[in-house]
């Protein structure tokens, strides 16, 4: 617990900004399920109002595995603060704006029956143009700056970083399919055809939370770095395996929960495989040691 709690004190500004509006997000998208289930709502289609709670919940855990991740970052404090701002601003105009649309009884994407509508969803798709380049600007500090001093921790970061790009970029895809595809007069299509991808921009979108917090777990540990090291390369490669094979059935239109057996026994083995290293890695810390006698951030000089 004490670890937990020197993450928020040893928090720079925009790192505490970050998370206490990753809380709020995140808070947003629980509130919007109690909404949700209360009034008895479909949980299905672009009108409902299941969009402000995944919106909700996955930006708000996003940010602040984000901002805690690249906290670990070699990277000079205006530029952090800069991208790190950015990214934050985005996540928030993003849940915002979905949130609205629902309450309204809007689509919130591909919608373009009015002005202020066109307005909303074009600002929807430059906000994910903000994440994208934010989170190119921390996976190019992360590859070329020190970064942590435990390599393990350090190639965590550097994989889910890279995994989250994945995960952006197939939101950019699903934008620019449905963008043309609603212009071009047929909007449901456009959320089916959108729709397809949604599977693999989920399952990416946290990869940044879990590597790195394996990681970061492992360091209780009393096992040696070389040790540490090849768990965190098995979690890797393990959610690089489920990655690809949603992937795979996210371009192909074939739904992850009936897809063809050898398929699902795939994805089925990463998830296993990267559960079990969580597993592991939990039942490795020791009794005797400490939280508190794991150096901040700022005592590792991040």
């Known amino acids: 617990m004490n670890a937990l709690t020197r993450i928020w004190h040893d928090g720079r500004r925009a790192e505490r900004v970050a998370y206490a509006v990753g809380a709020a997000l995140f808070l947003s998208g629980v509130v ?20 402000a709670v995944t919106f909700g919940l996955s930006f708000g855990l996003t940010l602040a595995s984000v901002a805690w991740a690249t906290s670990f970052l070699t990277v000079r404090p205006r530029l952090r603060t800069a991208l790190l701002g950015a990214f934050t601003i985005a996540s928030v105009a993003e849940v915002v704006l979905v949130s609205m649309q629902a309450w309204r009884g809007v689509p919130s994407h591909f919608d373009f029956e009015t002005p202020f509508d ?12 903000v994440l994208v380049l934010t989170v190119i600007g921390f996976t190019a500090a992360a590859l070329v700056e020190p970064g942590p001093d435990a390599p ?14 994945v995960a952006l970029a197939t939101g950019a895809v699903m934008i620019g399919r449905g963008v043309v595809t609603a212009r071009g007069g047929d909007p449901q299509l456009a959320y089916t055809t959108a729709g397809s991808l949604k599977p693999l921009h989920a399952v990416a979108m946290h990869a940044i939370l879990v590597l790195p917090a394996l990681a970061w777990i492992l360091r209780f540990t009393r ?59 939990v039942t490795g810390v020791e009794p005797a040691v400490r939280f508190a006698r794991v150096p901040s951030g700022k005592a590792r000089g991040r």
């Open 152 to 165: 393990s921790l350090r190639l965590a970061i550097r994989a889910g970083l890279v995994v989250l790009l």
């Open 223 to 281: 096992w040696p770095e070389a040790h540490r090291m090849r768990v965190v390369i098995t979690a890797i490669v393990a959610d690089a395996l489920l990655t690809a094979v949603i992937g795979v059935e996210s371009f192909a239109g074939i739904d992850p929960l009936a897809a063809p057996l050898p398929l699902m026994g795939l994805s089925a083995l990463g998830l296993a495989a990267l559960a079990g290293t969580g597993v592991y890695a």
């Open 32 to 51: 919007h399920a109690i909404v949700l289930i209360a009034t008895g709502g479909s949980w299905l289609g672009p009108l409902s109002m299941r969009k």
């Open 118 to 129: 066109s307005a909303v969803s074009m600002t929807l798709a430059a906000g994910g143009g």
